[in-house]
């Protein structure tokens, strides 16, 4: 089991910046591979970014790219967000993800490939 926390939403004038965090208790993030999703409402969960459990490979949706990064401090079992250029569109619930992977080959884009969530961090981008 790994427990979830995200932190660091909050609201913001288009253009603005915003770093969310995702810090993990319980197991040792360093053997999962981690993404963030968001959900506006009435909306389906989006996929945002992942990255594999070294950190060194990326990927990102393409409504973001460009504009977000995904990166990981396993030292510090956290996981971050660094979103940059905000855009209204960008207002949502965001959720951390985590997946166990069995190598470091592994990430995952669909909500559904994960097995352990955050309760979201809300992030409102003003106009």
């Known amino acids: 089991q790994v427990q979830l926390v995200e932190s660091g939403g909050g609201l913001v004038q288009a253009g603005g910046s915003l770093r969310l965090s995702c810090a993990a208790s319980g197991r040792t993030v360093s053997s999962y591979a981690m993404g963030w999703f968001r959900q506006a409402p009435g909306k389906e969960r989006d996929f945002v970014a992942a990255i594999n459990r070294s950190g060194g490979v990326t990927h990102y949706g393409d409504s973001v790219k460009g504009r977000f990064t995904i990166s990981r401090d396993n030292a510090k079992n956290t996981v971050y967000l660094q979103m940059n250029s905000l855009k209204p569109d960008d207002t949502a619930v965001y959720y951390c993800?985590?997946?166990?992977?069995?190598?470091?080959?592994?990430?995952?884009?669909?909500?559904?490939?994960?097995?352990?969530w955050g309760q979201g961090t809300q992030v409102t981008v003003s106009s």
């Open positions: 993800a985590a997946r166990l992977a069995s190598s470091d080959t592994y990430y995952w884009i669909e909500a559904r490939q994960y097995t352990y």
